[in-house]
């Protein structure tokens, strides 16, 4: 009887194992839902930006009866800790992976290892540096963002009659090739079209918040109280801009023009209430629901190729112009629905 039973239970975990073997299984022993399985590693989790993007891919994991397990760093600096994330992934062997790089030179490596296991790897908001090694990316056209944040910047400026001072920039890591194309896309307009040469972008004090809006906060205050009535603008090139705005709230200083990106419901504040003119919108949340469909259509034999590879996911500049229009309460009701 002994033996008997012995047989049986070896007959019933072979079974077990065969079960498991298929999509669905993370490689780690816990129990597969039949569903495929998606890893997303995000920067910081949590916050109306990234929840933006985590709301997309709830919609889509719900739509497409996926799994989609959600990973993510403290600070956007915490670039060991999203490698192993990483690694991790790739142990689990999921169907797909979904990754918003925190730095692109640091992942550039790590990314094209992930991708040469055949897993499918969409990168998310950022792209990695000189490698072709990744299924496909959406995200902003981040030289096009810093062109019209430039644009905006300069329009205000203009209005005000402000033709001299100097403008500071506060950005989240120096890192990221998506902080490095908005830079570039801004000192491109600003040289070329601004109109505005004795205007100066203070690119030698470039502040660097790590994600964290408080530190944002003290960068801001920072500047305004070294360059005084010389500091006519003000530049946020991430999510923690919102702080730039309220460092002009706390100070009751609306002299200065502050052009942000990521629009979230503090900077809608902001810019009706005049502490912001403009912040202009990732669409965060096609990020994480086209993202998916995105590995999803690479696991049903879809290929990107070069340029084709990135996907632009669209931008909107919110201002006192459009502040009330359909667009910007529907991005509202989507940062709402985040929450």
């Known amino acids: 009887m002994k033996k008997l039973a012995a047989l049986v239970l070896v ?18 022993g816990e129990p597969t839902t039949g569903k495929k399985v998606f890893y997303w590693i995000g920067k910081v989790q949590g916050g ?32 060991e800790k999203q490698v192993n994330l990483l690694a991790d992934a790739v142990t689990a062997k999921p169907d797909a992976i979904l990754i918003a790089p925190c730095d692109s030179f640091a992942l550039a490596i790590p990314v094209a290892e992930a991708y040469a296991t055949g897993i499918p790897v969409v990168l998310v908001d950022t792209k990695v540096n000189d490698s072709d090694d990744f299924t496909c990316a959406i ?22 009659g402000k033709t001299v001072g100097v403008i500071g920039v506060d950005v989240a890591s120096t890192g990221s090739q998506t902080v490095l194309d908005r830079i570039d896309g801004f000192t491109d307009y600003w040289e070329k079209e601004a109109g505005l040469p ?35 603008g003000f530049w946020g090139a991430n999510g923690s801009s919102v702080a730039c705005g ?26 009706r209430d005049g502490w912001m003119r403009g912040s202009c919108a990732q669409q965060t949340y096609k990020m994480g629901y ?42 509202l009701d989507l940062i709402n629905s985040a929450l």
Not at 50 to 77: C, H, N, P, Y
Not at 290 to 307: P, Q, Y
């Open 11 to 28: 007959l019933a975990l072979a079974f077990s194992l065969v079960a498991c073997g298929g999509g669905g299984d993370n490689g780690g």
């Open 48 to 79: 109306t930006y990234w929840s933006g993007v985590e709301a997309g891919l709830v919609a889509a994991e719900k739509e497409f009866d996926l799994e989609i397990r959600q990973f993510g760093i403290e600070r956007e600096t915490d670039v």
């Open 139 to 160: 995200l902003t056209n981040n030289y096009e963002a810093g062109r019209t944040c430039a644009r905006l910047m300069a329009e205000c400026l203009k209005a005000d």
């Open 198 to 232: 004795d205007v100066k972008v203070l690119w030698d004090e470039i502040k660097v918040d790590d994600g964290d809006q408080t530190k944002t906060l003290s960068n801001t205050k920072d500047l305004m109280t070294k360059y005084g009535d010389e500091m006519v």
């Open 246 to 271: 309220t460092a002009m709230k706390e100070t009751g200083n609306k002299d200065i023009v502050v052009i942000g990106m990521d629009f979230n419901i503090d900077s809608y504040n902001h810019v």
């Open 290 to 331: 086209e993202g998916t469909k995105l590995a999803l259509a690479a696991l049903d034999g879809k290929t990107w190729e070069g340029a084709d590879k990135f996907i632009d996911s669209g931008l909107l500049p919110v201002t006192p112009d459009n502040l009330d229009s359909d667009e910007v309460k529907l991005l």
